[in-house]
């Protein structure tokens, strides 16, 4: 198994433009998870889906940013338009459930100037 | 509101050494508590998990303690090695959201 795949691996794009970032779940896996790292917040959880469907996305900042499972294997975040306080890295993770951990992808490292 | 809270932020063992890393939860409904392992430009990968009816578990080198009338669990890796240098991140887990510690970013030296 190849585990969670993201792309790309590195963005940069300048202020106002639309990104997207994207996630390919393991395979057998139900629950999708969207995590931002920065040196001053950390980990934080953004939204999360079960079997496709969103259940909480209360950790999404702002009405910029939006994410969609279209089917059971892919998620996209888009952030539009992007600001430099955006700049972070953007992981996704995987999970068959409640029961197990998470595995989550390397990670999409996101600068926005 | 921080719901986890890991010390200390940073650790230098010598190689062979012990490396504790400590946290404190607020949230008595968490239901389990893993620790993650990071490399440079990698995503956080599981190390070892327990849940709170439990006071330790072991695996290889790594060992959680886990005090559930203090809210308070750690770390310990035994016979520290230099390729364990990485960032650890200590977490908590209610339902599906699982909210994750600062991190110790530990340096085991030669």
């Known amino acids: 198994d190849a585990g969670v795949i993201q792309s790309p691996r590195h963005e940069v794009t300048e202020m106002g433009q639309e990104v997207t970032l994207r996630c390919k779940l393991i395979s057998g896996h139900n629950s999708l998870f969207w995590y931002r790292q920065t040196m001053m917040r950390g980990l934080e959880l953004l939204i999360y889906?079960?079997?496709?469907?969103?259940?909480?996305d209360s950790g999404m900042p702002e009405d910029r940013f939006s994410a969609k499972m279209p089917n059971a294997s892919f998620s996209t975040l888009k952030i539009q338009p992007s600001e430099p306080r955006d700049s972070a890295v953007y992981f996704c993770?995987?999970?068959?459930?409640?029961?197990?951990?998470?595995?989550f992808g390397s990670g999409t490292r996101l600068t926005v100037v | 509101q921080q719901q986890v809270k890991q010390s200390p932020q940073s650790l230098i063992v010598q190689k062979g050494g012990i490396s504790i890393i400590n946290c404190a939860y607020e949230?008595?409904?968490?239901?389990?508590f893993p620790w993650y392992q990071q490399f440079p430009g990698k995503g956080p990968a599981l190390l070892i998990a327990i849940r709170p009816d439990v006071s330790e578990k072991k695996e290889g080198r790594f060992t959680i303690s886990f005090n559930k009338s203090a809210k308070q669990f750690s770390l310990h890796i035994m016979d520290s090695q230099p390729g364990d240098s990485a960032t650890y991140f200590c977490?908590?887990?209610?339902?599906?959201?699982?909210?994750f510690g600062t991190g110790t970013k530990l340096q085991v030296i030669p």
């Open positions: 993770a995987s999970s068959q459930g409640q029961l197990y951990g998470y595995t």
């Open positions: 977490a908590a887990r209610r339902y599906q959201k699982v909210t």
């Open positions: 889906f079960n079997n496709n469907v969103p259940i909480d």
């Open positions: 949230n008595t409904a968490f239901d389990y």
